[in-house]
Structure formats: C-alpha cells, structure tokens
C-alpha cells in the first residue's frame, strides 16, 4: 500500500509534469522563421534551443493565420541543442529539415552541422545569420542562400577594440549562395569575393541612430523575367527599427533583389495589408505559402502576444 505522503508526491509531480509539458505549447514565444511542408507549418523560435515546431493548416488559407498554441507540436533536434537561436528554417531537396543559428553561424539539422559559416557571417553586436533559403538543383542538391541581416549594430555589445572604429550607422545586409549536395554534411564554408554580395537596401530619411534603419530578416529564392529571359533572384523580407529603448519598428517591407544585390522594382508595404495589431511588429520569417503565388510571414511575438502567420498574395507583375 501506498503512504499517504508517497501518493502526495505522486500526484505532485504528476501535476507538475503536465504543467510544464503544457507550458512547451502554450507559452510559445519569439517566432523566427517558417516554412509550409505540405498540410504544415514549421516554425522555430530563437527563443527555443534545437528544435522546431509542426503547425497543422488545415483549411486555413489566410490571409490571418491565428496559431492555436495547443496545436503546436515541438520537435527536438538532438543534433542542433547548442543552436541557441534559430533565426530561420528550410527543407533541403534531400528532405532535411534545417534550422539557422545566429550564434553558432551554422546550419543544422536534427544530426548535427551541415555548414559552418563563422567569419565575415559570425555575430557581431547583436547582427548574426537571419535568413535562410533553398532551392532544389536537377541533380538533386541544394542551392543555398544565407542572409547576414544587417542594420544597427547594438553598440553597448561591440567588443571593446571595435568602438570608436565602427561608427553607430547601419550596416548592409549581406548574403552568401553555396551548393549542399544531397545527404552531404560540409564543415566551415569557404568565402571568396564572389560569392558574398551586400543587399543594396533602401535607407529612409533621417541620420541614426535615431532615425529607421532597415534589416534584413529573411528571404526566398524567386524567379521573374527580365526583358523575356527567366531570372533567379530574391524576395526579401526587411524589416526597419531605430536604437531607441525599446526599439521602435516603423517599416515592414518585401522587395526583389537580383543575384547582384540590386533591388528589382518596388517595394510592397505589408503594413498597408496587415490588420492594425500586426502593423509595427519585428517580422522576422519569410517563406512560400504557394511557390509563386503566395508568401507567408511570422513575427517575434511576446509573451503577451498570441502568435500568428499571414499570408500575402505577390502583385502580379511579380510572378
């Protein structure tokens, strides 16, 4: 027979144990990054070590995606525990599904790295890795570009050598393209000149560190045509905030840029489609809702903010 304290404690920890096991769905915080894998979502949280989240879409087509916590399913990544950050997640052509460290600067997947960056992509002052996107070869690789976000470095985590060298300006978001063959992990990516290129991004009015500076938070492989000939470049996410404390986020952005860096046309304002509480927000995750068609974003919610998707159809002229 049980002693009455015995069952106590029983039930305690059982209490207990159901407690934080809800606590993993319903206190979802810091979305980062999302990707639609069939009937899905999957989403990571940069304030969620080694592991993403599965988000079932049943009928929902948008354009307000409201995510029911309790439906979020977390899947572990054993291999990726010391990614303390996921900024953004891909499903590579082989059918990994891979999350991006900005403090590790690395890709990686449930088995651990598959490309090291470090370097010119390594964190710096708060600006690190941010986006991610993949686009399947013929030969079944992947084409992979990785985005160095960019924006207001946060001056108080320069290291102390670098203050009075780096100026409180904004820095340009720069990206990097490189090839994952299938079932193929790498160790640290080699850089050339060639394959790093800085976003020409806009800069709106004003000087900092007051004033707007944009970000780049995210982005997907896109192709259009140019003067009759396909294309392949991207649609960025960017995303503007100043150095006030807390910072204040005025302008959300999507905007093409070709393989150069130069932006492509014009930008479209999602503030002017998202509904008043959305409007203002640090949206940091970019990915396809239908290739070509549609995209869908998430942002850094709160702990006092449900977290949402919104879908966002292109302008024609886009496709």
């Known amino acids: ?44 949280s940069d304030k969620d070590p080694g592991a993403y989240y599965r988000y079932p879409l049943a009928n929902n087509r948008g354009p307000l995606i409201t995510i029911d916590s309790s439906q979020l399913v977390r899947v572990p990544m054993p291999g990726a525990s010391l990614a303390m950050d996921l900024e953004s997640i891909e499903i590579l052509a082989d059918g990994r599904v891979v999350g991006l460290s900005e403090q590790l600067s690395a890709l990686v997947s449930e088995k651990g790295v598959v490309a ?56 340009m978001p720069v990206f990097l393209v490189h090839d994952i063959l299938n079932g193929q992990n790498y160790g640290k990516i080699r850089f050339n000149l060639v394959n ?72 479209l304002d999602l503030n002017t489609l998202f509904p008043k509480e959305l409007q203002h927000l640090n949206w940091e995750g970019l990915g396809w809702f239908e290739e070509g068609e549609s995209l869908v974003l998430v942002f850094d919610n709160s702990a006092d903010q449900a977290p949402a998707a919104f879908v966002v159809k292109l302008p024609e002229d886009w496709k």
């Not at 570009?145 to 904004?170: H, S, T, V």
Request: proline residues 6%; hydrophobic residues 40%.
């Open 1 to 44: 027979m049980i002693k009455k304290s015995t069952a106590f404690l029983l039930l305690w920890l059982s209490l207990f144990c159901v407690k934080n096991t809800v606590a993993d769905y319903t206190e979802f915080i810091g979305a980062s990054g999302v990707v639609r894998k069939g009937d899905e979502l999957l989403i990571v």
């Open 116 to 171: 090291e960056y470090g370097g010119p992509f390594s964190e710096l002052a708060g600006i690190g890795t941010e986006g991610v996107a993949v686009r399947p070869l013929e030969d079944g690789s992947s084409r992979v570009a990785i985005l160095w976000e960019g924006g207001y470095p946060e001056f108080e985590k320069l290291p102390i050598q670098l203050r009075g060298i780096i100026a409180q300006g904004a820095l």
């Open 196 to 267: 790093q290129v800085r976003l020409q991004v806009p800069t709106p009015k004003g000087k900092g560190p007051s004033a707007q500076r944009f970000r780049a938070s995210d982005l997907v492989w896109h192709k259009w045509k140019n003067q009759g000939k396909e294309e392949w470049g991207f649609i960025v996410l960017l995303n503007s905030k100043n150095l006030a404390r807390p910072p204040q986020y005025m302008y959300d952005e999507l905007l093409r840029f070709d393989l150069k860096g130069h932006p492509v046309g014009k930008m």
